[in-house]
Protein backbone atom coordinates (compact mmCIF):
# COMPACT_ATOMS: atom_id res chain seq x y z
CA UNK A 1 0.00 0.00 0.00
CA UNK A 2 2.81 2.45 0.87
CA UNK A 3 4.89 1.68 -2.38
CA UNK A 4 1.78 2.24 -3.75
CA UNK A 5 0.79 5.51 -2.89
CA UNK A 6 5.08 6.12 -2.78
CA UNK A 7 5.58 5.33 -6.41
CA UNK A 8 3.96 8.42 -8.12
CA UNK A 9 5.43 10.77 -5.85
CA UNK A 10 8.97 9.59 -7.00
CA UNK A 11 8.94 11.74 -10.04
CA UNK A 12 9.71 15.44 -8.80
CA UNK A 13 6.94 16.92 -11.30
CA UNK A 14 4.66 14.29 -9.27
CA UNK A 15 5.39 15.74 -5.97
CA UNK A 16 4.87 19.22 -7.23
CA UNK A 17 1.60 18.70 -8.85
CA UNK A 18 0.29 17.16 -5.79
CA UNK A 19 1.26 19.95 -3.44
CA UNK A 20 0.05 22.86 -6.40
CA UNK A 21 -3.14 20.55 -6.00
CA UNK A 22 -3.57 20.88 -2.51
CA UNK A 23 -2.99 24.32 -2.29
CA UNK A 24 -5.14 25.53 -4.67
CA UNK A 25 -7.68 22.99 -3.90
CA UNK A 26 -7.33 23.70 -0.20
CA UNK A 27 -7.63 27.99 -1.28
CA UNK A 28 -10.63 27.58 -3.83
CA UNK A 29 -12.51 25.62 -1.28
CA UNK A 30 -12.73 27.97 1.53
CA UNK A 31 -12.84 30.74 -0.87
CA UNK A 32 -15.41 29.25 -2.85
CA UNK A 33 -17.61 29.28 0.54
CA UNK A 34 -18.56 32.90 -0.38
CA UNK A 35 -19.22 32.04 -4.10
CA UNK A 36 -21.03 29.20 -3.21
CA UNK A 37 -23.22 31.03 -0.19
CA UNK A 38 -23.83 34.05 -2.43
CA UNK A 39 -24.53 32.34 -5.43
CA UNK A 40 -22.20 33.70 -7.65
CA UNK A 41 -21.03 30.15 -8.90
CA UNK A 42 -19.72 31.50 -12.23
CA UNK A 43 -17.52 34.17 -10.95
CA UNK A 44 -14.42 31.82 -11.34
CA UNK A 45 -15.22 30.89 -14.73
CA UNK A 46 -16.05 34.40 -15.60
CA UNK A 47 -13.06 35.98 -14.31
CA UNK A 48 -10.59 33.14 -15.38
CA UNK A 49 -11.46 34.47 -19.26
CA UNK A 50 -11.53 37.67 -18.21
CA UNK A 51 -8.17 37.52 -17.82
CA UNK A 52 -6.71 37.43 -21.78
CA UNK A 53 -6.89 41.43 -21.93
CA UNK A 54 -4.56 41.96 -19.27
CA UNK A 55 -2.52 38.80 -20.52
CA UNK A 56 -2.58 40.89 -24.25
CA UNK A 57 -1.51 44.04 -22.80
CA UNK A 58 1.42 42.32 -20.53
CA UNK A 59 2.66 40.79 -23.71
CA UNK A 60 2.66 43.46 -26.07
CA UNK A 61 4.39 45.28 -23.55
CA UNK A 62 7.05 42.58 -22.63
CA UNK A 63 5.81 42.38 -19.05
CA UNK A 64 4.97 39.50 -16.93
CA UNK A 65 1.77 37.80 -17.95
CA UNK A 66 1.14 36.74 -14.65
CA UNK A 67 0.94 40.31 -13.65
CA UNK A 68 -1.14 41.41 -16.42
CA UNK A 69 -3.57 38.76 -15.68
CA UNK A 70 -3.39 39.77 -12.00
CA UNK A 71 -3.81 43.48 -13.15
CA UNK A 72 -7.05 42.64 -15.27
CA UNK A 73 -8.73 40.17 -12.72
CA UNK A 74 -8.29 42.60 -10.47
CA UNK A 75 -10.21 45.47 -12.45
CA UNK A 76 -12.48 43.17 -13.36
CA UNK A 77 -13.53 42.39 -9.94
CA UNK A 78 -13.61 46.40 -9.00
CA UNK A 79 -15.50 46.91 -12.39
CA UNK A 80 -18.24 44.33 -10.70
CA UNK A 81 -17.89 45.94 -7.28
CA UNK A 82 -18.82 49.76 -8.76
CA UNK A 83 -21.40 48.58 -11.11
CA UNK A 84 -23.45 46.55 -8.90
CA UNK A 85 -22.74 49.15 -5.71
CA UNK A 86 -26.03 50.82 -5.26
CA UNK A 87 -28.14 47.67 -6.95
CA UNK A 88 -29.08 49.15 -9.66
CA UNK A 89 -27.27 46.62 -11.39
CA UNK A 90 -27.25 43.14 -9.79
CA UNK A 91 -24.07 41.47 -8.76
CA UNK A 92 -24.28 38.12 -11.62
CA UNK A 93 -25.03 40.73 -14.46
CA UNK A 94 -22.54 42.79 -13.16
CA UNK A 95 -20.45 39.38 -14.14
CA UNK A 96 -22.11 38.51 -17.11
CA UNK A 97 -21.51 42.10 -18.65
CA UNK A 98 -17.56 42.60 -17.23
CA UNK A 99 -16.70 39.03 -18.40
CA UNK A 100 -18.20 39.10 -21.77
CA UNK A 101 -16.72 42.88 -22.56
CA UNK A 102 -12.95 41.30 -21.11
CA UNK A 103 -12.98 38.26 -23.00
CA UNK A 104 -14.03 40.02 -26.17
CA UNK A 105 -11.46 42.54 -25.32
CA UNK A 106 -9.07 39.88 -25.10
CA UNK A 107 -10.29 37.92 -27.82
CA UNK A 108 -9.68 41.45 -30.01
CA UNK A 109 -6.33 42.37 -28.82
CA UNK A 110 -4.84 39.16 -29.32
CA UNK A 111 -5.69 39.14 -32.50
CA UNK A 112 -4.77 41.81 -33.76
CA UNK A 113 -1.23 40.99 -32.38
CA UNK A 114 -0.42 39.42 -35.83
CA UNK A 115 3.02 39.19 -35.40
CA UNK A 116 3.86 36.55 -32.70
CA UNK A 117 3.65 33.01 -32.95
CA UNK A 118 3.11 32.99 -29.00
CA UNK A 119 -0.25 31.29 -28.22
CA UNK A 120 -1.31 33.66 -25.54
CA UNK A 121 -4.34 31.40 -24.48
CA UNK A 122 -1.84 28.95 -22.54
CA UNK A 123 -2.16 30.93 -19.28
CA UNK A 124 -6.17 29.68 -19.37
CA UNK A 125 -4.95 26.02 -19.31
CA UNK A 126 -2.16 26.04 -16.62
CA UNK A 127 -1.23 21.95 -15.88
CA UNK A 128 -1.39 20.60 -12.63
CA UNK A 129 1.85 18.55 -14.22
CA UNK A 130 3.65 21.33 -15.50
CA UNK A 131 4.30 23.17 -12.08
CA UNK A 132 7.75 24.53 -11.99
CA UNK A 133 9.06 25.03 -8.01
CA UNK A 134 8.85 29.01 -8.78
CA UNK A 135 4.89 28.04 -9.48
CA UNK A 136 5.02 26.34 -6.71
CA UNK A 137 6.35 29.16 -4.23
CA UNK A 138 4.18 32.03 -5.84
CA UNK A 139 1.03 29.87 -5.44
CA UNK A 140 1.72 29.22 -1.58
CA UNK A 141 2.64 32.27 -1.22
CA UNK A 142 -0.50 34.38 -2.47
CA UNK A 143 -2.65 31.02 -1.23
CA UNK A 144 -1.31 31.79 2.54
CA UNK A 145 -2.10 35.64 2.08
CA UNK A 146 -5.15 35.31 1.26
CA UNK A 147 -6.09 32.85 3.72
CA UNK A 148 -4.71 34.73 6.23
CA UNK A 149 -7.00 37.72 5.38
CA UNK A 150 -9.95 36.02 5.34
CA UNK A 151 -8.71 34.46 8.62
CA UNK A 152 -8.62 37.76 9.69
CA UNK A 153 -11.55 39.18 8.26
CA UNK A 154 -13.66 36.40 9.06
CA UNK A 155 -16.37 37.96 11.20
CA UNK A 156 -16.53 41.10 9.26
CA UNK A 157 -16.88 39.19 5.97
CA UNK A 158 -19.43 36.87 7.42
CA UNK A 159 -21.62 40.13 8.73
CA UNK A 160 -21.15 42.02 5.74
CA UNK A 161 -22.19 38.96 3.03
CA UNK A 162 -24.98 37.35 4.75
CA UNK A 163 -26.49 40.08 7.41
CA UNK A 164 -26.62 43.27 5.51
CA UNK A 165 -28.76 44.60 8.26
CA UNK A 166 -26.31 43.98 10.69
CA UNK A 167 -23.34 45.24 8.79
CA UNK A 168 -25.45 48.70 8.54
CA UNK A 169 -26.01 48.95 11.99
CA UNK A 170 -22.28 47.47 13.76
CA UNK A 171 -21.03 50.36 10.86
CA UNK A 172 -19.24 48.01 9.18
CA UNK A 173 -17.29 49.51 5.90
CA UNK A 174 -19.18 47.20 3.91
CA UNK A 175 -18.55 48.71 0.24
CA UNK A 176 -14.83 48.14 1.34
CA UNK A 177 -15.18 44.45 2.73
CA UNK A 178 -17.28 43.44 -0.72
CA UNK A 179 -14.63 45.01 -2.94
CA UNK A 180 -12.24 43.46 -0.47
CA UNK A 181 -13.47 40.06 -1.16
CA UNK A 182 -13.73 40.29 -4.85
CA UNK A 183 -9.98 40.71 -4.91
CA UNK A 184 -9.11 38.04 -2.54
CA UNK A 185 -11.46 36.14 -5.43
CA UNK A 186 -9.04 37.44 -7.88
CA UNK A 187 -6.30 36.67 -6.20
CA UNK A 188 -7.44 33.29 -5.84
CA UNK A 189 -8.56 32.78 -9.22
CA UNK A 190 -5.68 34.28 -11.22
CA UNK A 191 -2.93 32.17 -8.75
CA UNK A 192 -5.14 28.52 -9.38
CA UNK A 193 -5.53 29.56 -13.10
CA UNK A 194 -1.63 29.21 -14.17
CA UNK A 195 -0.99 26.87 -11.71
CA UNK A 196 -4.04 24.20 -12.52
CA UNK A 197 -6.13 25.89 -15.38
CA UNK A 198 -9.22 27.27 -16.08
CA UNK A 199 -11.48 24.00 -16.04
CA UNK A 200 -9.92 22.96 -12.22
CA UNK A 201 -10.46 26.20 -11.24
CA UNK A 202 -13.98 26.63 -11.35
CA UNK A 203 -15.12 23.42 -10.10
CA UNK A 204 -12.52 23.66 -7.40
CA UNK A 205 -14.62 26.69 -6.35
CA UNK A 206 -18.01 25.76 -6.81
CA UNK A 207 -18.18 21.70 -6.09
CA UNK A 208 -16.29 21.52 -3.07
CA UNK A 209 -17.88 24.10 -1.18
CA UNK A 210 -21.75 23.07 -2.61
CA UNK A 211 -20.97 19.89 -0.91
CA UNK A 212 -20.04 21.00 2.45
CA UNK A 213 -22.95 22.91 2.19
CA UNK A 214 -25.15 19.47 2.32
CA UNK A 215 -23.08 18.60 4.63
CA UNK A 216 -23.22 21.05 7.29
CA UNK A 217 -25.09 24.31 8.18
CA UNK A 218 -21.97 26.53 9.98
CA UNK A 219 -19.80 28.16 8.10
CA UNK A 220 -16.57 27.48 9.77
CA UNK A 221 -17.37 23.68 9.47
CA UNK A 222 -18.24 24.01 6.08
CA UNK A 223 -15.09 25.73 5.27
CA UNK A 224 -13.06 23.07 6.74
CA UNK A 225 -15.22 20.16 4.86
CA UNK A 226 -14.73 22.03 1.43
CA UNK A 227 -10.99 22.61 2.27
CA UNK A 228 -10.24 18.94 2.93
CA UNK A 229 -12.74 18.15 -0.02
CA UNK A 230 -10.61 19.78 -2.03
CA UNK A 231 -7.32 18.50 -1.46
CA UNK A 232 -8.95 14.84 -1.31
CA UNK A 233 -10.33 15.46 -5.07
CA UNK A 234 -6.78 16.76 -6.22
CA UNK A 235 -4.76 14.15 -4.31
CA UNK A 236 -6.99 11.54 -5.42
CA UNK A 237 -7.79 12.94 -8.99
CA UNK A 238 -3.77 12.86 -9.51
CA UNK A 239 -3.68 9.03 -8.33
CA UNK A 240 -6.33 8.35 -10.47
CA UNK A 241 -4.31 10.10 -13.44
CA UNK A 242 -1.15 7.91 -12.50
CA UNK A 243 -2.85 4.49 -12.15
CA UNK A 244 -5.78 5.28 -14.40
CA UNK A 245 -3.56 6.53 -17.17
CA UNK A 246 -5.64 9.45 -17.41
CA UNK A 247 -5.85 13.27 -18.12
CA UNK A 248 -4.99 14.89 -14.57
CA UNK A 249 -7.06 18.14 -14.21
CA UNK A 250 -10.23 15.81 -15.87
CA UNK A 251 -9.60 13.36 -12.97
CA UNK A 252 -9.65 15.72 -10.49
CA UNK A 253 -12.76 17.40 -11.64
CA UNK A 254 -14.73 14.44 -11.48
CA UNK A 255 -13.58 13.48 -7.76
CA UNK A 256 -14.68 16.26 -6.80
CA UNK A 257 -17.99 15.93 -8.31
CA UNK A 258 -17.95 12.41 -7.45
CA UNK A 259 -17.80 13.45 -3.70
CA UNK A 260 -20.72 16.05 -4.25
CA UNK A 261 -23.19 12.96 -5.91
CA UNK A 262 -22.07 11.11 -2.77
CA UNK A 263 -23.60 13.83 -0.33
CA UNK A 264 -26.11 14.88 -2.68
CA UNK A 265 -27.84 11.44 -2.28
CA UNK A 266 -26.49 10.13 1.56
CA UNK A 267 -25.65 13.44 3.47
CA UNK A 268 -27.57 13.29 6.57
CA UNK A 269 -31.45 14.22 6.51
CA UNK A 270 -30.70 16.23 3.58
CA UNK A 271 -29.34 13.59 0.96
CA UNK A 272 -32.02 12.22 -1.49
CA UNK A 273 -31.48 8.81 -0.11
CA UNK A 274 -32.07 9.81 3.41
CA UNK A 275 -35.12 11.54 2.30
CA UNK A 276 -36.68 8.55 0.61
CA UNK A 277 -35.89 6.46 3.56
CA UNK A 278 -37.81 9.04 5.56
CA UNK A 279 -40.74 9.11 3.10
CA UNK A 280 -41.00 4.90 3.65
CA UNK A 281 -40.80 5.37 7.50
CA UNK A 282 -43.63 7.52 7.65
CA UNK A 283 -46.00 6.27 4.96
CA UNK A 284 -45.20 2.53 4.99
CA UNK A 285 -48.14 1.40 3.19
CA UNK A 286 -47.50 3.61 0.43
CA UNK A 287 -44.27 2.32 -0.03
CA UNK B 1 0.09 22.98 -27.54
CA UNK B 2 -1.61 23.05 -30.37
CA UNK B 3 -1.39 21.48 -33.73
CA UNK B 4 -0.19 22.41 -36.81
CA UNK B 5 -3.97 21.05 -38.26
CA UNK B 6 -5.00 24.32 -36.63
CA UNK B 7 -2.24 26.65 -38.87
CA UNK B 8 -3.64 28.39 -40.85
CA UNK B 9 -2.09 30.66 -42.98
CA UNK B 10 -3.15 32.25 -46.62
CA UNK B 11 -0.92 33.09 -49.53
CA UNK B 12 -2.56 35.01 -51.80
CA UNK B 13 -1.15 35.18 -56.20
CA UNK B 14 -2.38 38.34 -57.16
CA UNK B 15 -2.80 39.35 -60.89
CA UNK B 16 -2.36 43.00 -62.28
CA UNK B 17 -5.92 43.35 -62.00
CA UNK B 18 -6.27 42.86 -57.95
CA UNK B 19 -3.66 45.33 -56.43
CA UNK B 20 -7.05 46.89 -54.38
CA UNK B 21 -6.94 43.42 -52.18
CA UNK B 22 -6.00 44.38 -48.93
CA UNK B 23 -4.10 41.36 -48.29
CA UNK B 24 -1.93 41.25 -51.13
CA UNK B 25 1.49 43.09 -50.30
CA UNK B 26 3.89 42.19 -53.52
CA UNK B 27 3.09 43.79 -56.77
CA UNK B 28 2.36 41.57 -59.68
CA UNK B 29 4.91 41.88 -62.24
CA UNK B 30 2.93 40.64 -65.34
CA UNK B 31 0.37 39.51 -67.55
CA UNK B 32 -1.82 37.00 -66.08
CA UNK B 33 -5.12 37.81 -64.14
CA UNK B 34 -5.17 35.13 -61.82
CA UNK B 35 -5.29 35.38 -58.23
CA UNK B 36 -3.28 32.36 -55.96
CA UNK B 37 -3.59 32.12 -52.18
CA UNK B 38 -2.33 29.97 -50.53
CA UNK B 39 -2.98 28.54 -46.53
CA UNK B 40 0.60 28.57 -44.87
CA UNK B 41 3.74 31.02 -44.62
CA UNK B 42 6.01 28.39 -45.50
CA UNK B 43 3.64 27.56 -48.93
CA UNK B 44 3.78 30.50 -49.83
CA UNK B 45 7.10 30.52 -50.07
CA UNK B 46 7.25 27.37 -51.82
CA UNK B 47 4.55 28.51 -54.33
CA UNK B 48 6.85 31.87 -54.96
CA UNK B 49 9.39 29.69 -55.79
CA UNK B 50 7.86 28.07 -58.50
CA UNK B 51 5.62 30.75 -59.29
CA UNK B 52 8.83 33.34 -59.81
CA UNK B 53 8.32 36.70 -61.55
CA UNK B 54 4.86 35.50 -63.29
CA UNK B 55 2.54 35.92 -60.18
CA UNK B 56 3.55 37.52 -56.80
CA UNK B 57 3.15 35.49 -53.88
CA UNK B 58 1.68 37.22 -50.52
CA UNK B 59 0.17 36.08 -47.46
CA UNK B 60 -2.90 36.39 -45.97
CA UNK B 61 -1.54 35.45 -42.33
CA UNK B 62 1.59 37.00 -41.72
CA UNK B 63 4.24 34.64 -41.87
CA UNK B 64 4.89 34.56 -37.66
CA UNK B 65 1.48 34.75 -36.69
CA UNK B 66 0.14 31.98 -34.62
CA UNK B 67 -2.94 30.61 -36.06
CA UNK B 68 -3.86 29.00 -33.40
CA UNK B 69 -5.47 32.80 -31.76
CA UNK B 70 -6.31 33.52 -35.69
CA UNK B 71 -9.80 34.07 -36.49
CA UNK B 72 -10.65 35.19 -39.85
CA UNK B 73 -11.58 38.54 -40.32
CA UNK B 74 -14.15 39.66 -42.65
CA UNK B 75 -11.29 40.95 -45.06
CA UNK B 76 -9.54 37.08 -44.86
CA UNK B 77 -12.55 35.59 -45.95
CA UNK B 78 -12.79 38.05 -49.03
CA UNK B 79 -9.44 37.14 -49.80
CA UNK B 80 -9.97 33.75 -50.16
CA UNK B 81 -13.53 34.40 -52.06
CA UNK B 82 -11.14 36.63 -54.30
CA UNK B 83 -8.19 33.65 -55.63
CA UNK B 84 -8.89 31.75 -58.55
CA UNK B 85 -6.45 28.92 -57.19
CA UNK B 86 -5.98 28.13 -53.10
CA UNK B 87 -3.14 26.18 -52.55
CA UNK B 88 -3.25 23.89 -49.16
CA UNK B 89 -1.09 21.32 -47.96
CA UNK B 90 -3.97 18.92 -47.71
CA UNK B 91 -3.68 15.63 -44.99
CA UNK B 92 -5.52 17.42 -42.64
CA UNK B 93 -3.62 20.35 -41.96
CA UNK B 94 -6.20 22.83 -42.90
CA UNK B 95 -9.29 20.72 -41.52
CA UNK B 96 -9.72 24.75 -39.59
CA UNK B 97 -10.36 26.50 -42.90
CA UNK B 98 -12.90 23.90 -44.56
CA UNK B 99 -15.49 25.70 -42.80
CA UNK B 100 -14.52 28.94 -44.63
CA UNK B 101 -14.18 27.39 -48.15
CA UNK B 102 -17.40 25.07 -47.94
CA UNK B 103 -19.09 28.75 -46.63
CA UNK B 104 -18.00 30.07 -50.22
CA UNK B 105 -19.48 27.09 -52.48
CA UNK B 106 -19.15 27.85 -55.95
CA UNK B 107 -17.69 31.26 -55.56
CA UNK B 108 -14.74 30.12 -53.96
CA UNK B 109 -11.68 29.06 -55.74
CA UNK B 110 -10.27 25.87 -57.10
CA UNK B 111 -8.08 24.00 -54.08
CA UNK B 112 -4.66 22.01 -54.66
CA UNK B 113 -3.66 19.72 -52.43
CA UNK B 114 0.44 20.65 -52.56
CA UNK B 115 0.65 17.22 -50.54
CA UNK B 116 -1.51 15.32 -53.42
CA UNK B 117 0.48 12.02 -53.79
CA UNK B 118 2.47 11.66 -51.33
CA UNK B 119 2.47 8.44 -49.56
CA UNK B 120 1.74 9.18 -44.78
CA UNK B 121 4.16 7.84 -42.97
CA UNK B 122 3.07 4.77 -40.92
CA UNK B 123 3.52 4.76 -37.21
CA UNK B 124 6.40 2.94 -35.67
CA UNK B 125 5.19 -0.25 -34.39
CA UNK B 126 7.79 -0.04 -31.24
CA UNK B 127 6.44 3.34 -30.41
CA UNK B 128 4.49 6.21 -29.34
CA UNK B 129 0.85 5.13 -30.72
CA UNK B 130 -0.19 2.86 -28.28
CA UNK B 131 -2.72 4.92 -27.38
CA UNK B 132 -4.63 4.89 -30.55
CA UNK B 133 -3.55 7.89 -32.44
CA UNK B 134 -1.75 5.60 -35.21
CA UNK B 135 -4.64 6.34 -37.25
CA UNK B 136 -4.09 9.81 -37.48
CA UNK B 137 -2.80 10.94 -40.68
CA UNK B 138 0.46 12.93 -40.05
CA UNK B 139 0.82 16.08 -42.56
CA UNK B 140 4.13 17.38 -42.03
CA UNK B 141 5.43 15.90 -44.82
CA UNK B 142 6.98 19.05 -45.26
CA UNK B 143 10.24 18.29 -43.00
CA UNK B 144 11.27 16.32 -45.52
CA UNK B 145 12.72 18.21 -48.22
CA UNK B 146 12.71 15.62 -50.89
CA UNK B 147 8.73 15.54 -50.13
CA UNK B 148 8.64 19.36 -51.07
CA UNK B 149 9.52 18.18 -54.53
CA UNK B 150 6.19 17.16 -54.95
CA UNK B 151 4.71 19.97 -53.33
CA UNK B 152 6.46 22.05 -56.07
CA UNK B 153 5.84 19.75 -58.75
CA UNK B 154 1.69 20.10 -57.63
CA UNK B 155 2.08 23.64 -57.47
CA UNK B 156 4.03 23.98 -60.86
CA UNK B 157 0.81 21.82 -62.47
CA UNK B 158 -1.82 23.71 -60.64
CA UNK B 159 -0.09 27.37 -61.66
CA UNK B 160 0.40 26.10 -65.58
CA UNK B 161 -3.68 24.70 -65.86
CA UNK B 162 -4.11 28.67 -64.66
CA UNK B 163 -1.73 30.43 -66.38
CA UNK B 164 -0.58 28.10 -69.63
CA UNK B 165 0.96 30.80 -71.02
CA UNK B 166 3.38 30.83 -68.07
CA UNK B 167 3.66 26.70 -68.39
CA UNK B 168 7.62 26.69 -69.40
CA UNK B 169 8.69 29.42 -66.70
CA UNK B 170 6.98 27.32 -63.92
CA UNK B 171 8.64 24.22 -64.93
CA UNK B 172 12.19 25.85 -64.94
CA UNK B 173 11.46 27.35 -61.59
CA UNK B 174 10.36 23.66 -60.22
CA UNK B 175 13.43 22.31 -61.72
CA UNK B 176 15.59 24.78 -60.22
CA UNK B 177 13.76 24.79 -56.71
CA UNK B 178 14.18 21.03 -56.56
CA UNK B 179 17.65 20.82 -57.11
CA UNK B 180 17.93 23.69 -54.29
CA UNK B 181 15.71 21.26 -52.05
CA UNK B 182 18.54 17.92 -53.30
CA UNK B 183 21.13 20.08 -52.20
CA UNK B 184 19.33 20.72 -48.96
CA UNK B 185 18.69 17.67 -48.49
CA UNK B 186 22.50 16.53 -48.93
CA UNK B 187 23.88 19.14 -46.85
CA UNK B 188 21.31 17.82 -43.87
CA UNK B 189 22.24 14.03 -44.62
CA UNK B 190 25.75 15.49 -44.15
CA UNK B 191 24.75 17.45 -40.55
CA UNK B 192 23.41 14.85 -38.84
CA UNK B 193 26.06 12.40 -40.01
CA UNK B 194 27.98 14.34 -37.53
CA UNK B 195 25.73 13.33 -34.25
CA UNK B 196 27.24 10.02 -33.10
CA UNK B 197 24.73 7.16 -34.13
CA UNK B 198 23.51 6.02 -30.38
CA UNK B 199 22.27 9.85 -29.88
CA UNK B 200 20.03 10.31 -32.76
CA UNK B 201 17.44 10.41 -30.91
CA UNK B 202 14.21 12.87 -31.18
CA UNK B 203 11.72 13.66 -27.94
CA UNK B 204 9.03 16.34 -29.23
CA UNK B 205 6.47 18.36 -27.64
CA UNK B 206 4.33 17.29 -30.42
CA UNK B 207 4.08 14.22 -32.76
CA UNK B 208 5.50 16.64 -36.32
CA UNK B 209 8.70 15.20 -36.94
CA UNK B 210 7.94 12.10 -38.37
CA UNK B 211 9.15 12.43 -41.91
CA UNK B 212 12.20 14.05 -41.05
CA UNK B 213 13.23 11.71 -38.43
CA UNK B 214 12.63 8.71 -41.38
CA UNK B 215 14.61 10.83 -43.83
CA UNK B 216 17.68 11.40 -41.85
CA UNK B 217 17.30 8.40 -39.58
CA UNK B 218 16.77 9.88 -35.95
CA UNK B 219 14.69 8.10 -33.79
CA UNK B 220 11.50 9.71 -32.12
CA UNK B 221 11.98 8.24 -28.79
CA UNK B 222 8.78 9.43 -27.45
CA UNK B 223 6.59 12.86 -27.26
CA UNK B 224 4.71 14.85 -24.44
CA UNK B 225 1.52 15.14 -25.81
CA UNK B 226 1.27 11.94 -27.84
CA UNK B 227 -1.67 13.24 -29.71
CA UNK B 228 -2.09 15.45 -32.64
CA UNK B 229 -5.15 17.10 -31.35
CA UNK B 230 -5.02 20.63 -29.18
CA UNK B 231 -7.66 19.34 -26.83
CA UNK B 232 -5.85 16.43 -25.62
CA UNK B 233 -3.48 16.44 -21.98
CA UNK B 234 -1.13 13.77 -21.11
CA UNK B 235 -2.03 11.62 -18.52
CA UNK B 236 0.08 11.82 -14.92
CA UNK B 237 1.38 8.29 -16.15
CA UNK B 238 2.30 8.93 -19.46
CA UNK B 239 4.38 11.42 -18.28
CA UNK B 240 6.42 9.69 -15.37
CA UNK B 241 7.02 7.10 -18.55
CA UNK B 242 8.41 9.63 -20.79
CA UNK B 243 10.42 11.05 -17.65
CA UNK B 244 12.67 6.99 -17.73
CA UNK B 245 11.90 6.75 -21.08
CA UNK B 246 13.92 9.92 -21.39
CA UNK B 247 16.50 8.52 -18.85
CA UNK B 248 16.87 5.07 -20.48
CA UNK B 249 16.91 6.00 -23.89
CA UNK B 250 19.74 8.30 -23.25
CA UNK B 251 18.00 11.25 -25.22
CA UNK B 252 19.56 14.35 -25.03
CA UNK B 253 16.92 16.84 -25.22
CA UNK B 254 13.63 17.86 -25.47
CA UNK B 255 12.10 19.64 -28.45
CA UNK B 256 9.18 21.96 -27.77
CA UNK B 257 8.14 24.65 -31.19
CA UNK B 258 8.87 27.85 -31.15
CA UNK B 259 5.73 29.55 -29.22
CA UNK B 260 4.48 26.65 -28.18
CA UNK B 261 3.51 26.30 -24.28
CA UNK B 262 6.20 24.17 -23.02
CA UNK B 263 5.52 24.41 -18.89
CA UNK B 264 5.20 20.97 -19.14
CA UNK B 265 7.71 20.16 -21.19
CA UNK B 266 10.19 22.15 -19.02
CA UNK B 267 9.41 20.41 -16.11
CA UNK B 268 9.99 17.10 -17.44
CA UNK B 269 13.40 17.97 -19.01
CA UNK B 270 14.65 19.35 -15.61
CA UNK B 271 13.42 15.49 -13.82
CA UNK B 272 15.19 13.89 -16.29
CA UNK B 273 18.57 15.77 -16.72
CA UNK B 274 17.82 16.72 -20.53
CA UNK B 275 18.48 19.85 -22.39
CA UNK B 276 15.14 21.76 -23.19
CA UNK B 277 15.22 23.30 -26.73
CA UNK B 278 12.35 25.50 -27.25
CA UNK B 279 12.84 27.51 -30.79
CA UNK B 280 11.94 24.44 -33.12
CA UNK B 281 10.22 26.22 -36.04
CA UNK B 282 7.80 23.53 -37.81
CA UNK B 283 5.61 25.76 -39.81
CA UNK B 284 6.14 29.38 -38.65
CA UNK B 285 8.49 31.85 -40.40
CA UNK B 286 9.86 34.77 -39.80
CA UNK B 287 9.14 37.95 -41.48
CA UNK B 288 11.43 38.88 -44.44
CA UNK B 289 13.88 40.50 -42.06
CA UNK B 290 13.95 37.78 -39.23
CA UNK B 291 15.99 34.88 -39.23
CA UNK B 292 14.21 32.28 -41.31
CA UNK B 293 11.89 34.27 -44.27
CA UNK B 294 12.01 30.53 -46.01
CA UNK B 295 11.19 27.34 -46.02
CA UNK B 296 14.57 26.67 -46.72
CA UNK B 297 15.80 28.74 -43.65
CA UNK B 298 13.62 27.09 -41.70
CA UNK B 299 15.14 23.97 -42.66
CA UNK B 300 18.28 24.71 -41.96
CA UNK B 301 17.84 26.98 -38.67
CA UNK B 302 15.73 23.47 -37.77
CA UNK B 303 18.84 21.50 -38.40
CA UNK B 304 21.71 23.27 -36.86
CA UNK B 305 19.56 23.16 -33.63
CA UNK B 306 18.19 19.87 -33.60
CA UNK B 307 21.88 18.71 -34.49
CA UNK B 308 23.63 21.60 -31.64
CA UNK B 309 21.20 20.15 -29.18
CA UNK B 310 22.47 16.38 -30.00
CA UNK B 311 25.93 16.26 -30.82
CA UNK B 312 27.62 17.75 -27.74
CA UNK B 313 27.87 15.40 -24.76
Known sequence: MIAWLAEPLAHGFMQRGMLAGAIVGVLCAVVGCFV???SMAFIGDAMAHAVLPGVAVA?????????????????????????????????????????AAA???????????????????????GNVLGVSARDL????????????????????????????????????????????????????????????GVGLVSALLVTPGATAQLLTRRLPRMMAVAGALGVASCVIGLYASYYLDVASGAAMVLTATAFFVVAFLFAPRRGAAWRLLERARRHPAAS | MRHPSKRRIVVVVVAAAALALASCTRAPRSAPAARVLASQAFLADIAGAVAGERIAVAALLPADTDPHTWEPAPRDAAAVAAADLFIVNGAGLEAFLEPLIEGLGS???????????????????????????????????????LNVIRYAENIRDALSTLDPAGADAYRANATAYAEELQALDRWIVAEVARI?????????????????????????????????????????????ALVDLLRASGAPALFVEEGADARVARQLADEAGVRLVTDLRTHTLTGPDGPVPTYLAMMRADVRTIVNALVAP
Open chain 1, 59 to 99: YLVKGDLFVGALGAALAVALGIGALSRRGQVREDSAIGILF
Open chain 2, 196 to 240: PPERRLLVTNHESLGYFADRYGLRIVGTVIPSVSTGSSPSARQLA
Open chain 1, 103 to 125: LSLGVLLISSIRTSATDLGHILF
Open chain 1, 36 to 38: VLR
Open chain 2, 107 to 145: EGPRVVEASAGLVPREHDEDGHDEDGHGHETDPHFWLDP
Open chain 1, 137 to 196: LLTGAIAAAVLAAIFLLYKELVVVSFDPVLAATLRLPAERLRIALLVLLALTIVVSLQTV
